[in-house]
């Protein structure tokens, strides 16, 4: 019994230390609904437009500029399950380290999905570069930045 227990506790530890990506599994999935989401005409294309609609909407004073806290406190509401990372995704999104996203940053990120460099990232491209992004994370601490979603 008491061996049990240490077990239980020792699990319920290590989740709690832990980013929890069970939710995003199967990551290729996510990342295909993701596409969709953010693909506003349905074409299987996403273009630099849309990309950028998609930073509009953190970007909640219309500032061109998008802080960490104002990135997360969306995520949290619009995306919970993606809160845990989120801070993670900010510093993959702020390439200059100014602390704060701006379309530079995302135009940056739009062309790291861009592997042919064609201008375009179609689903493919999209749906891959967030496995990948999904799978370095997964075996990571909560983010030293993490507060819990409110």
Same mark, same amino acid.
């Given at each position: 019994m008491k061996i049990t227990s240490i077990i239980i506790a020792l699990s319920f530890i290590s989740a709690c230390r832990g980013l929890n990506?069970?939710?995003?599994?199967?990551?290729?999935?996510?990342?295909?609904?993701?596409?969709?989401f953010e693909d506003i005409d349905q074409n299987g294309i996403m273009t630099v437009f849309e990309f950028e609609t998609v930073f509009d909407r953190y970007d909640s004073n219309? =500032? !061109?500029? +998008?802080?960490?806290?104002?990135?997360?406190?969306?995520?949290?509401?619009?995306d919970p399950v993606q809160y845990e990372l989120s801070h993670y995704l900010f510093d993959e999104y702020d390439v200059d380290g100014d602390h704060f996203l701006d379309y530079h940053d995302y135009d940056n990120f739009y062309n790291k999905m861009d592997t042919?460099? =064609? !201008?375009? +990232?179609?689903?493919?491209?999209?749906?891959?570069y967030w496995v990948l992004l999904f799978q370095?994370?997964?075996?990571?601490?909560?983010?030293?930045?993490s507060t819990l979603c409110r």
């Open positions: 990506m069970t939710r995003l599994r199967p990551y290729d999935l996510t990342a295909e609904l993701m596409f969709i219309v =500032d !061109g500029r +998008v802080t960490r806290s104002v990135y997360t406190t969306y995520i949290c509401k619009s042919s460099a =064609d !201008g375009l +990232v179609v689903k493919t491209e999209f749906v891959n370095k994370y997964e075996n990571s601490d909560i983010h030293p930045m």
